[in-house]
């Protein structure tokens, strides 16, 4: 495919010939569902922050598979640049079927990203919204594709801090911090 990243050669099966791309790929519901459409046949790019968790989890997902066509692809999600990154180089693939966020992050203590940006924000929610915004063309001109946010159940109790989402002031809450990301997938998908 374009840009060296566009799988090719993907087993049959009913997602034969759809291209997908897995954030969060390379453990939990990211690496399990890269799995299970790597054996629906799709051709997979797996996207993961660290390069030999990345392509490791692409070679998991192949011998688990038996198809071929997954490729990993480096990128830190806290990173707006990375993000913008990222989103140039899948902007490039043929076609984009599937766009599924699975990454996300959970922190005890409130760090920020490189950005000045309060990292589960950050990762769970901006980098989600901003590399979707930047793949609507290639995914308005792929017919049927679909954006698949993952939330959790902890979106029911998230509560949307309109006026402090990076959660600056006052007391840092994890599970808060955590459960507004989540309600914010929510109201993004």
Excluded at 173 to 185: D, R
Aim: aromatic share 4%; charged share 20%; proline share 6%.
């Amino acid at each position: 495919g374009r840009a060296g990243i566009g799988p090719a050669g993907a087993t049959a099966g009913p997602m034969a010939g759809k291209v997908v791309v897995v954030t969060g790929a390379t453990s939990g519901i990211g690496l399990a569902a890269a799995e299970a459409l790597g054996r629906l046949g799709a051709s997979l790019v797996l996207v993961g922050r660290d390069a030999a968790l990345a392509h490791g989890a692409a070679i998991r997902v192949a011998r688990a598979t038996g198809n071929p066509a997954v490729r990993p692809l480096v990128a830190d999600l806290a990173s707006r640049a990375h993000v913008r990154a990222l989103g140039d180089e899948l902007a490039r693939l043929p076609r984009l079927d599937v766009l599924v966020h699975g990454a996300g992050v959970w922190h005890l203590r409130r760090r920020e990203t490189p950005d000045g940006i309060e990292e589960t924000l950050a990762v769970n929610h901006l980098a989600p919204f901003a590399l979707t915004a930047r793949l609507l063309p290639l995914l308005r001109a792929t017919p049927g594709a679909r954006v698949i946010a993952v939330s959790s159940h902890a979106a029911y109790g998230g509560r949307v801090r309109w006026d402090d989402p990076g959660w600056s002031r006052g007391r840092y809450g994890p599970y808060g911090a955590y459960a507004q990301t989540k309600a914010l997938n929510v109201l993004f998908a």
